[in-house]
């Protein structure tokens, strides 16, 4: 069995491109990541396109413009998650020996605003108003300032936190440092989230290049390692699905599962990871997520960013690309944007983003009806 | 004399009683034999376990509220709220009786609304479908603004 290694990685700027159709989107993340690898398009094997919002067919048009090779190019579809998803059939391929060298990339093109709600739920949800992804962040942020006594000076500060890195990232939408007074100054969206503490949805795109360990010395990057990919759809019943009900139990999440799988798979731990990449659709979701994948104790997110812990510069910086909260999210390239900056990170190639001697990075995505990604690199020994 | 116009639930297997007698209403789905869960909505397996051992349940119209946000911005198109839009409480209720976990949205003045306030389901006339059917809907209040209504 090959291991699977990234070889290539590449993006657009995410953000608002109203004049460039998507596939000149996803042709300049692909070109972007054959330059870093030092590939021709020629080479590829097999390719993956995740989109969610974007039409049938969306890959096979990416593969129009950058050649007919005759390659299988099928769009893989997620939500939040679909680039992990699509990773995931790349690295299998590769583990398995079916082929050497797989491209899997994302692109989308959202409008601003809330994202359309009758694409993903019923007739009686949109008409009740009950859609909006904000209200359930925003109660998940509630029932934890009431149990742990979070407060919303720390939730903005992780928001000050993204502004803060994003301004250092030329992909990102936002890069604008606010202060943490901006912050909480900015009109309430749904208690106790803020305008300036939730991500927007936007256009871009996102490649990389998986291959086999095999003959990836063939290619000029230092190849950093597949750890582990886990795509899985939530195992317990979700708040925000079909039925908008669960029932109360102790049950873990799927990001707790996901993230305990890919740290099995990969035989590390989350002491082990250096950089994160995680689902900040707003600032309490990233707070939530130190817990639940396993970078403090539950309760204890708070405190982890009082602290300094997930700043640049701190024991483990979470989201230096800015996150999704700088980036926008461009829901099928979202993944590939995270996993850009972690290669980035783990090459020692971040720029005033680096995080110091970086060996190992973790990026998680979570979309609608439980789709989850998490995805472990090291770089090579 | 208007006629009587036809109604339905707001979706099928969600609501138990009689929808042109309001106050007979309940929120109903199925609790599963294997591992115990309640849901809304009757299905043929258990989203929990897979199980296929689901007897139906109607369940308690009073709960606990679980959590609390303010939407303080008009939901996205086709929302059929009052107008004009004026903020409102949405929580997750959890109901008695091991009922499920719900959103909902919440009557009533939104700095009375917080964390284990005790609410009661009510059943009204949501919308009028494009059968022209009246669409029954429901909502939460507190119970000590609502009087008990077991």
């Known amino acids: 069995m090959s291991r699977a290694v990234i070889v290539g990685v590449g993006m657009t700027p995410f953000g608002r491109h109203p004049d460039t159709h998507f596939t000149d989107l996803a042709a300049d993340a692909i070109e972007m990541a054959l330059a870093d690898a030092g590939m021709d398009f020629r080479d590829i094997q097999q390719a993956f396109c995740s989109k969610v919002y974007l039409p049938s067919a969306t890959g096979a048009r990416v593969m129009e413009r950058m050649g007919r090779t005759g390659i299988s190019c099928p769009d893989v ?7 992990a998803a699509g990773l995931r059939l790349a690295v299998s391929m590769v583990e398995t ?7 899997a990339f994302g692109v989308e093109k959202m409008p601003k605003g809330f994202m359309p709600p ?10 009740m108003g009950l859609t909006q992804n904000p209200q359930y962040w925003a109660l998940n942020a509630k029932r934890h300032m009431h149990e742990f006594g979070t407060t919303e000076e720390q939730i903005a500060k992780i928001a000050a936190k993204a502004k ?14 606010m202060s943490v007074g901006q912050i909480l100054a900015s009109p309430l969206v749904v208690d106790p989230l803020r305008l300036f503490m939730l991500c927007s949805p936007d256009d871009g795109a996102a490649a990389v290049i998986v291959c086999s360990d095999r003959i990836a010395h063939r290619y000029r990057q230092k190849p950093v390692e597949v750890a582990a990919c886990i795509h899985a759809v939530s195992q317990f019943p979700l708040l ?27 035989g590390l731990g989350p002491e082990d990871v250096d ?39 701190g024991a483990l910086p979470v989201n230096p690309s800015g996150g999704l909260q700088a980036r926008g999210e461009p829901l099928g390239a979202s993944h590939y944007g995270q996993l850009h900056e972690i290669v980035l990170q783990l090459r020692g190639q971040a720029g005033p983003r680096q995080v110091a001697n970086a060996k190992v990075g973790l990026a998680q995505v979570f979309g609608a009806w439980g789709h989850c990604g998490v995805t472990l690199l090291k770089s090579a020994l | 004399m208007s006629a009587i116009l036809e109604r339905i639930g707001f979706k099928p297997g969600f609501i138990a009683g009689d929808l042109h007698n309001l106050d007979s209403l309940r929120l109903s789905g199925i609790r599963c034999g294997d591992c115990g869960i309640a849901l809304l909505g009757v299905r043929r397996r258990c989203e929990n376990c897979s199980s296929t051992k689901v007897t139906e349940e109607v369940f308690s119209s009073e709960g606990t509220v679980y959590s609390c946000t303010i939407q303080r911005y008009p939901p996205p198109s086709p929302f059929v709220g009052v107008q004009p839009w004026k903020p409102r409480v949405v929580a997750w209720v959890d109901l008695d009786k091991k009922g499920p976990r719900i959103l909902a949205p919440i009557e009533g003045p939104a700095d009375l609304v917080t964390i284990g306030l005790r609410v009661v389901a009510q059943f009204n006339i949501g919308w009028t479908d494009e059968r022209g059917r009246e669409v029954i809907a429901f909502s939460f209040l507190s119970s000590t603004s609502s009087g008990s209504r077991l």
């Open chain 1, 77 to 83: 579809e997620g939500a939040c998650g679909a680039a």
């Open chain 1, 97 to 103: 020996g079916q082929y050497d060298i797989v491209l």
């Open chain 1, 118 to 127: 009758g694409q993903l739920y019923d007739d009686w949800q949109c008409m």
């Open chain 1, 164 to 177: 803060r890195n994003g301004s250092l990232n030329p992909n990102a939408l936002f890069r604008t440092p």
């Open chain 1, 240 to 266: 925000n699905a079909s039925s908008f009900c669960t029932t109360p139990t102790n049950n873990p999440t799927v990001y707790a599962m996901a993230a305990k799988k890919a740290y099995e798979h990969a």
């Open chain 1, 275 to 313: 950089v994160a990449e995680v689902q900040d659709n707003d600032a309490f979701s990233e707070l939530e997520y130190y817990e639940e994948l396993g970078f403090c104790p539950r309760g204890e997110g708070g405190r982890f960013i009082d602290d300094g812990i997930s700043e640049l510069g």
